[in-house]
T-cell receptor
Framework: GAVVSQHPSWVICKSGTSVKIECRSLDFQATTMFWYRQFPKQSLMLMATSNEGSKATYEQGVEKDKFLINHASLTLSTLTVTSAHPEDSSFYIC??????????????FGPGTRLTVL | GQSLEQPSEVTAVEGAIVQINCTYQTSGFYGLSWYQQHDGGAPTFLSYNGLDGLEETGRFSSFLSRSDSYGYLLLQELQMKDSASYFCAVSYRDDKIIFGKGTRLHILP
């Protein structure tokens, strides 16, 4: 199946620092990637849609200046959590959209990045 | 608004069959997907229903009724490794996916 990687898999940082998370589609080109956040024992919440070569589209309630998204190539999207605070500690998961043979697209998820802000 | 409802927890016995239901209220519906997530891991895609009816993939089947805004995931011949959370998710025409809150499946030996 399709492979999507994330780096780093986990990160611990001090409050006030910025953290960059990379999402790569390894065996297909993805014009569209998505970023999700998942708190413990909760569902995945869509944060933003990342489109290659254009600005990301953020969901309601997600601060675009705090969660910077860059989709500079067809295989790489990055999420930067700026001035991170303890409440930003979460599991961040990206996905990449890939067309299926039957004509529908599906999302392939990365393994996730666990962020802990001290 | 958008909402998806699925049971929070289901318990079944190894070797048995279990059905996880999902109802949704949403506009712009395109299809219903199911994902499996083990503790600490990322979701993995299980199935997609764009049309009414049953889709079968090995031990897993998924059903959709668009007129009833209802779908289910059927797991047969349950194995201990199937213990996980299962999410139904609505797909939209702009490729977005909105996830339900998940069903925690406990399997007893």
């Amino acid at each position: 199946g399709a492979v999507v990687s994330q780096h780093p898999s986990w990160v611990i940082c001090k409050s006030g620092t910025s953290v960059k998370i990379e999402c790569r589609s390894l065996d297909f080109q993805a014009t569209t990637m998505f970023w999700y956040r998942q708190f413990p024992k909760q569902s995945l919440m869509l944060m933003a849609t990342s489109n290659e070569g254009s600005k990301a589209t953020y969901e309601q309630g997600v601060e675009k200046d705090k969660f910077l998204i860059n989709h500079a190539s067809l295989t790489l999207s990055t999420l930067t959590v700026t001035s991170a605070h303890p409440e930003d500690s979460s599991f961040y998961i990206c996905s990449a959209l890939r067309p299926l043979t039957q004509g529908t697209d599906t999302q392939y998820f990365g393994p996730g990045t666990r962020l802990t802000v001290l | 608004g958008q909402s998806l409802e699925q049971p929070s927890e289901v318990t079944a016995v190894e070797g048995a069959i279990v059905q996880i239901n999902c109802t949704y209220q949403t506009s712009g519906f395109y299809g219903l997907s199911w994902y499996q997530q083990h503790d600490g891991g990322a979701p993995t895609f299980l199935s997609y229903n764009g049309l009414d009816g049953l889709e079968e993939t090995g031990r897993f089947s998924s059903f959709l009724s668009r007129s009833d805004s209802y779908g289910y995931l059927l797991l047969q011949e349950l194995q201990m490794k199937d213990s996980a959370s299962y999410f139904c998710a609505v797909s939209y025409r702009d490729d977005k996916i909105i996830f339900g809150k998940g069903t925690r499946l406990h399997i007893l030996p």
